[in-house]
């Protein structure tokens, strides 16, 4: 699934006929980054991409003063069928990527416990903080949103709060004191 790809289609199929500036002010107004990875210089290269597999089409030219002329495209029958599966994925489909935490954590038996402790407690450490500042973008944030978007900062925010819980429960269970002194 590519967020971008489903940004772009999406934002011809809303705003009609523009070009990559237009989409990359899009980016920003719509506050991309509080909830996806797009990056708003990504935005060009993904146009001629989905240009050449036919999502959208060059319909015009634009020139102020002496820039570089504005390829304007708009989104095809083909983009908008593309744009629709997009979005049933992006809702329907549960996402699950493995977090390469789980390996190291996996073969942790034969690990230093002190270290693996101290490992742990920066992670945690880490995960706090990453959290505390989600929580200040989503409080910043939401003057700027409404509506689903709130659920979104939301969601992103709990995970966060998951790991943090679950780090907690590692750390409590694995390094209780009589476990941890039998190991060392």
């Given at each position: 699934m590519s967020s971008i790809r489903f940004f772009i289609l999406s934002c011809f199929e809303e705003i009609g006929p523009t070009h990559?500036?237009?989409?990359?002010?899009?980016?920003?107004?719509k506050r991309m980054p509080?909830?996806?990875?797009?990056?708003?210089?990504?935005?060009y290269g993904a146009i001629g991409r989905l240009a050449s597999e036919g999502l959208l089409r060059e319909i015009d030219r634009q020139s102020e003063g002496n820039r570089p002329a504005r390829q304007i495209f708009e989104i095809t029958q083909e983009g908008r069928a593309a744009l629709q599966d997009l979005r049933r994925q992006l809702l329907e489909e549960v996402w699950f990527r493995y977090d390469p935490?789980?390996?190291?954590i996996s073969v942790a038996e034969g690990y230093d416990p002190k270290w693996l402790h101290d490992m742990l407690i920066k992670r945690r450490e880490a995960t706090a903080n990453l959290?505390?500042?989600r929580?200040?973008?989503t409080s910043d944030a939401?003057?700027?949103?409404?509506?689903?978007?709130?659920?979104a900062?939301?969601?992103?925010?709990?995970?966060?709060?998951?790991?943090l819980e679950f780090l907690d429960e590692l750390i409590t269970?694995?390094?209780?004191?009589?476990a941890f002194e039998a190991n060392g």
């Open positions: 990559g500036h237009h989409l990359r002010k899009e980016a920003e107004r509080l909830w996806t990875d797009i990056t708003v210089g990504a935005v935490f789980d390996l190291g959290l505390e500042q929580r200040k973008i939401m003057q700027c949103v409404s509506g689903m978007q709130v659920w900062l939301k969601h992103s925010e709990r995970r966060l709060a998951a790991d269970s694995a390094f209780e004191k009589p």
